[in-house]
C-alpha cells in the first residue's frame, strides 16, 4: 500500500531564511506527488506537484520541490520564507499509471514563520 | 466560477441523529471525494465518485452514505452520527479521466464543512 511520511509535525523558521519541509513517501510503481497548503479554516490549496521530467519542480508563491527517486523524498523548499508562509502543509501520493489508486495524504507538518 | 461549495459552515448533532453534508461543484469536474481530517491524521478518504451514478468507498467508508445523481453534486450522509465522527469534512473535485482515476490532476477542495457530535 502506498503511504507517505512527513516527520515533523512543526517547522519553525524565521523571516527572510530558507525553510524546508520533508516528505518521503513509499509506492510499489511510479510515484505522482503533491503538496498542498492549507491556511487556518481554509480549504487545501495545491502548491506544487511532480509527475515526470525534470526533478525540481516550481509551483506557487515562490515554493518548490525536489523529487529525490534514491531516497523516495519530496521535500518542499522555499529559499526565503515569509510570515504569511505560516500554514499546514501537506504532502500527497499517489501511485503512477496503470494504477487506479487514490490519493493519500501525510498527517501533515504546520511551519511556523516568525519575525 | 464558484469552485467547490460546501454546506453547512459548522453543525452539532446529538448521537443518533442523521444529516447531509452538501458539496457542489461547477467545473464540470467528473471525480469527486469526500475526506475528513482529524488532527494527527491528515486527510483521510471516505469515498469518492469518478462520475455521475458511479461511487465507491475510500479508506473510511463505515457510517457514511454518498450517491452521485448530478455531475455538480455529491452529498455525504451521515445515517446515525456518533462522537467518533466528529471532524472537519473536506469536499474535493479534479477533472479526472473518462471513466477513470484522476492520476496527475490537481485537486479543488471546499471550504470545509465542521462537524461535532454530542
Known amino acids: 500500500a502506498q503511504s507517505v511520511a512527513q516527520p515533523e509535525d512543526q517547522v519553525n523558521v524565521a523571516e527572510g531564511n530558507p525553510l524546508t519541509v520533508k516528505c518521503t513517501y513509499s509506492?510499489?510503481?511510479?510515484?505522482?506527488l503533491f503538496w498542498y497548503v492549507q491556511y487556518p479554516n481554509r480549504g487545501l490549496q495545491f502548491l506544487l506537484k511532480y509527475i515526470t521530467g525534470d526533478n525540481l519542480v516550481k509551483g506557487s508563491y515562490g515554493f518548490e520541490a525536489e523529487f529525490n527517486k534514491s531516497q523516495t523524498s519530496f521535500h518542499l523548499k522555499k529559499p526565503s520564507a515569509l510570515v504569511s508562509d505560516s500554514a499546514l502543509y501537506f504532502c500527497?501520493?499517489?501511485?503512477?499509471?496503470?494504477?487506479?489508486?487514490?490519493?493519500?495524504f501525510g498527517t501533515g507538518t504546520r511551519l511556523q514563520v516568525t519575525l | 466560477n464558484a469552485g467547490v461549495t460546501q454546506t453547512p459552515k459548522f453543525q452539532v448533532l446529538k448521537t443518533g441523529q442523521s444529516m447531509t453534508l452538501q458539496c457542489a461543484q461547477d467545473?464540470?469536474?467528473?471525480?469527486m471525494s469526500w475526506y475528513r481530517q482529524d488532527p494527527g491524521m491528515g486527510l483521510r478518504l471516505i469515498h469518492y465518485?469518478?462520475?455521475?451514478?458511479?461511487?465507491d468507498q475510500g479508506e473510511v467508508p463505515n457510517g457514511y452514505n454518498v450517491s452521485r445523481s448530478t455531475t455538480e453534486d455529491f452529498p455525504l450522509r451521515l445515517l446515525s452520527a456518533a462522537p467518533s465522527q466528529t471532524s472537519v469534512y473536506f469536499c474535493a473535485s479534479s477533472y479526472g479521466l473518462a471513466g477513470g482515476y484522476p492520476l496527475t490532476d490537481t485537486q479543488y477542495f471546499g471550504p470545509g464543512t465542521r462537524l461535532t457530535v454530542l
Open positions: 467545473m464540470n469536474h467528473e471525480y
Open positions: 500527497a501520493v499517489r501511485e503512477g499509471a496503470g494504477t487506479a489508486s487514490k490519493l493519500t
Open positions: 509506492v510499489s510503481g511510479n510515484p505522482y
Open positions: 465518485s469518478v462520475g455521475a451514478g458511479i461511487t
